[in-house]
C-alpha cells in the first residue's frame, strides 16, 4: 500500500454538518423524510416520489409494481452494457432480462437493434414454437415486453424521444435509468423525468450522496398506487442498520478526501469500484438518518455538479489539444455534468498502460463496467447465442476520469502529463 494522495474515481463528499443532520433526523423521525421527498417533488415538478435504500432497490420495486398492472409482460429490455445493478433488480422482480446492443458514439440503445424486438422477426418466437410445441404462443412477440430501461450514462442523455418513436404506442413502459442524472437537464426538461417513471441512485458514486438510497418520480397515478402499497409494506432500517450506515457516512466523510483515499484504496477487500451481479440486495424504506444527511441537498448538489462541469470541460480541452488518433471523448454528446468523464482507448496496451500509470499516481482514471450483461457468470446461459458486438467493444475501450471538487489545479496538470506522456 502506498501512502500518496489519491483521487477518487468518483465522489460526493458528505460533511461533518450532513452527519449532524442525520442525527437529528433520526430523531425527528419519518416527517424528516417526508420533507424530502417533498423538495424532490418540487424540484423535479412531478407529482409522485418515493425513497428507497437504494438504486436497485428504487428500480425493483418499480418492476414488480408494473408486473402487478400487466401480468401478462414478463421482459425488460435494457442496454447490453449497463450497471450490474440493473440485471439484479430484474432478476430480483422474477422478470425476464433482454439484452439490446448499444451505439458506442452516445452508449445509447443501438436503435436498429431496438427496433428488431417489435417486429415480427423476432428469434423470440421461433423459440416458443420449438419449445412450446403444439401449446404455441400466438401474440406478437414484443406483446410480451414489459418495459424498456434508457440509461443516462455519463453526461450522456438517452434520446427518449427516440426511444417513444421507437416503441410507436405499444403498450411498453418507459422507465429511465437516471441514477447518474440528477441535476441533469435535456431539451429544458429534468432527465429522470421523460418517461412514465424514473429512478435515481444516491449511492456512493452518484450525484449526490446519502450513503445509499434510491429515488422513484413519476407522474401516473396507477403506477404511483402500486408503488406506494409495497412501499408501505417495506421493513424500515433496524437500529443496526441504521448504526451502519452512520458508521459509513462517518467513513466517506474522512476517506473520500484525497489525503486520505490511498487507506480504502489500498484495502483489496473492499473492492472498491468494483460492480456485482448479486439479485439478493436488500429493499427497505429511505430511513430518517438519510433524509437528515440530505438536509442540504440542493446546495451541494449544485455545487457539486458546476465543479464536475468545469472540470468535464478541462477534460475536453485537454482531449482536443491532444490531438491523438487514440482517444476519444465523448465531448460533443455530454449534455449534463458527468459524476465521471468517459473516454474511448481503442488501442487495449495504450488503454492498460494509462490504467496502470494512474494507479501508481494515484490519478483516479478507472475502467467501467468490466462486460456486457451476457457475460456476467451467473446470467450466461440464458445468453448463449446473443452477439453484442458494440456493448463488447465499449466495455474493453471505456475508461472514465475523475470529475469531482477534489481536483486540484495539480492535480489536473498531473493527469494532463501521463496522458501525453503515454501517447508519445
Ligand atoms: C448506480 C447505478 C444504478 C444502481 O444504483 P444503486 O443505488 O447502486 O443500487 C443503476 N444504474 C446505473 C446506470 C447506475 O450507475
Known sequence: MKIQRSLPPAASPIYIDDIFHGILGFVHGQAEVERFESELKGYLGVKYC???????????????????LYPDKDEVIIPAYTCYSVPSAIVRAGLKIR???????????NYHHLSSFL???????????????????????S?????????????????IEKIRQTLNNRNIMIIEDAAQALGGVWRGKKLGTLGDIGFFSLGRGKAFSTVEGGIVVTDRDDIAGEIEDRLMHLPGYSWIETIRLLLGSI??????????????????FLKLGETFFNPNFKIRKFSP?????????????????????????????????????????????????PIRFPLRIQDTGIRERILKQSHKKGLGIMPTYPDTVDGIEELKKEFENQILPRGK????????????????KKDRRKLALLLSDVLK
Open 99 to 109: 439484452l439490446c446492443d448499444i451505439n458506442p458514439d452516445t452508449l445509447d440503445f
Open 50 to 68: 418515493f425513497l428507497f435504500s437504494s438504486g436497485k432497490a428504487a428500480l425493483a420495486t418499480i418492476l414488480e409494481s408494473l408486473k402487478v
Open 119 to 141: 417486429s415480427s422477426a423476432s428469434n423470440h418466437r421461433k423459440e416458443n414454437q420449438r419449445t412450446d410445441g403444439e401449446k404455441k404462443d400466438e401474440r406478437h412477440p
Open 143 to 159: 406483446d410480451r415486453i414489459l418495459a424498456v430501461i434508457p440509461t443516462h450514462f455519463f453526461g450522456i442523455a438517452s434520446d
Open 251 to 268: 467513513v466517506l466523510c474522512l476517506f473520500l478526501k484525497p489525503i486520505l483515499f490511498w487507506l480504502p484504496k489500498g484495502l483489496p
Open 393 to 408: 467493444s465499449i466495455a474493453k475501450e471505456i475508461v472514465t476520469l475523475p470529475t469531482h471538487l477534489f481536483i486540484s
Open 289 to 337: 438518518f438519510q433524509a437528515g444527511l440530505a438536509k442540504r441537498w440542493k446546495v451541494k448538489l449544485t455545487r457539486f455538479n458546476q465543479g464536475r462541469l468545469e472540470n468535464s470541460e478541462e477534460w475536453r480541452n485537454l482531449i482536443r489539444q491532444l490531438e491523438s488518433v487514440e482517444i476519444r471523448s465523448f465531448g460533443s454528446v455530454l449534455s449534463f455534468p
